[in-house]
């Protein structure tokens, strides 16, 4: 069974920086796409950025282009989320996603119609 374990959520300052990790287990997870919603309040989760299974291609929702960085550690099964200069919009909690397609590039992740992987949920809340 796939199971994604988010961790390092918490509140920060605007202006600053916080990494988000989460750990797959179940399944080859080097053979796999990776990627990061969010969701607050009152709104619809929306993609963050996702990273493809093979050569590491990365995309970007526009809000965050240039300041969140997705990476993936495949002896790790973990894939991670630095976020930096945050604003106070960026207040949401963050969904680590996957699907269950292997060897696909992580563009699917784009669309929330291919997400078959959720992870728990962790809260980040930055202040102004």
């Known amino acids: 069974q796939v199971q994604l374990v988010e961790s390092g959520g918490g509140l920060v300052q605007a202006g600053g920086s916080l990494r988000l990790s989460c750990a797959a287990s179940?399944?080859?997870?080097?053979?796999?796409?990776m990627g990061w919603f969010r969701q607050a309040p009152g709104k619809e989760r929306e993609f963050v950025a996702a990273?493809?299974?093979?050569?590491?291609?990365?995309y970007y929702a526009d809000s965050v282009e240039g300041r969140f960085t997705i990476s993936r550690d495949n002896a790790k099964n973990t894939v991670y989320l630095q976020m930096n200069s945050l604003k106070p919009e960026d207040t949401a909690v963050y969904h680590c996603?996957?699907?269950?397609?292997?060897?696909?590039?992580?563009?699917?992740?784009?669309?929330?119609?291919?997400?078959?992987?959720w992870g728990q949920g962790n809260q980040v809340t930055v202040s102004s």
């Open positions: 996603a996957s699907t269950r397609r292997a060897c696909v590039s992580g563009s699917i992740l784009k669309s929330r119609s291919e997400v078959d992987y």
């Open positions: 990273i493809s299974w093979r050569d590491s291609i990365t």
């Open positions: 179940g399944r080859t997870f080097s053979n796999y796409a």
